[in-house]
């Protein structure tokens, strides 16, 4: 569970390992559920627990040029998701195409 509230230390791992070798990425966020049993669900980008920016950042360290898939969203979802990738970029001062 540290993984997902403290989540930039689990991020910048990932990318130290699977940056390199990935060149397309899904962009979405994670939130737990309260209950019995732990479940994790699939959230709209800035909106869960994960940090998106740094996230989104390394992202763009290494693939400037590439591109990062919406996914798992009702299909009413996914404009909301996007303005929010974009906003998290603009505030981050980090360029997307």
């Not at 060149?23 to 994790?40: E, P, Y």
């Not at 699939?42 to 989104?56: N, R």
């Not at 590439?66 to 980090?94: F, K, S």
Request: proline share 4%; net charge negative.
């Amino acid at each position: 569970m540290s993984q997902v509230y403290n989540s930039t230390e689990r991020l910048n791992h990932i990318f130290d390992y699977m940056g390199p070798i990935s060149f397309v990425a899904h962009c979405k966020d994670i939130r737990v559920r309260s209950g019995l049993v732990l479940h994790i669900d699939e959230e709209v980008p800035g909106e869960g627990e994960l940090d998106m920016v740094t996230a989104l950042q390394r992202w763009h360290d290494f693939y400037p040029d590439g591109y990062m898939l919406l996914e798992h969203l009702g299909n009413d979802r996914y404009p909301h998701a996007a303005a929010n990738v974009q906003r998290i970029c603009a505030e981050a001062g980090i360029e997307i195409h």
